[in-house]
């Protein structure tokens, strides 16, 4: 088996074999207002000549350049792209993106957009929508492409009880494990003057960038980011502690530069003690529903009865053993750190008539040490086919 770079101490399994590898995260997307360049398809970006020859440079008040030019400082390259455009208005002038337009990205995303692992919204110009409005479609979006929201903090969170009071506010609808907050707005230098930007696309980067030296059970936390100036807010450790209670994440000013300071999806304020508390966490099991998904996609052609089942569980166990392996699980042993069951117990008579295969997976994440359960339904051919 040849090693991955991108996933330190997985193993790839060959292609002859069906061993089920850890997939990597797809890049991270961002959807935003541009002034030209393509509609209707996602450009990939590694450098910001890249999107500038596409998209033009910065102008206006769409942090979408900022976004992006954050997220590749901060080692999140390739970035992918998709233009959000309003069409023309009367006697052809062009108007801004409106709900709709958003709307309908997210549709194509759905029905043709590639692979991806992270979802930024920049704030658009003057006329967009407020991205607050978008985030429950954006976050069910993500839901369904096993991916991660990262949201923006809304400009109206001037200082940190603003923030508190409006939490609630901009939590409504959205899929909070699949779904993750920064704050506060960053600083960056643009066209020669300072400017407020929101921290997503710096976030998306670190975020990345951590993936691929550590791997996506690595909290992206401690993390000194790059491109800025400085923070709109500053945060102290009382605010910091009242803040991640809540399951918010704050970017802190300290003696050793800009950090990320916090590994919290919004669904891991304390008390809600849900097992999606922790970003890597989240990102990990998504990692392995999507890589046992399409490393199983063979049953589907085969009888669903115990000689396969028994291929299941040989197949998914190749990819919990190297996690274990790479230091993703904890417990001192692989039976502490994972279970597998695809047998009679997790597949009823109706089940197996319909060609239904059910897997359970249970892993204990480094933190918090407890197991985390997922079941995954595949079709497989049924016995009277």
Known sequence: MASDPTLPGIQQAKAADRSVSLLPHGPPLFLGEAGQGPLDRCEEIGIKRDFERLY??????????????????????????????????????????ELADYRAAFDWLERNGPRFGLLVLPRGGAGTPEPTALYAAASELCRRRRAILLLEPPLAWSDLAAAIAGLPTLRAGVA???????????LVRQGGALRAVGPAGAVAGAIVATDRQHGPWTAPAGVQLQGLEGLVLKVNESGNNQLS???????????????LWGARTLA????????WKYLPVRRLALAIEDSLEQGLRWTAFEPNGEPLWAQVREASGVLLHELFRAGALAGGNEREAWFLRCDSSTMTAADIAAGRLNVVVGFAPVRPAEFVVLRLGLWTRADDD
């Open 56 to 97: 033009g440079p910065p102008s206006g008040e769409s942090e979408l350049p900022a976004a992006v030019a954050l997220c590749l400082a901060n080692g999140g390259a390739p970035a992918l792209v998709l233009r959000v455009a309003g069409g023309q208005a009367d006697r052809g002038t062009p108007r801004a993106p």
């Open 245 to 259: 209670a809540l399951g918010v994440n704050v970017i802190r000013q300290l003696p050793q530069g800009v950090l």
């Open 176 to 186: 909070l494990e699949n779904a993750a907050l920064y704050l506060p707005r960053l």
């Open 268 to 275: 891991g304020a304390d008390a809600r003690a849900s097992e």
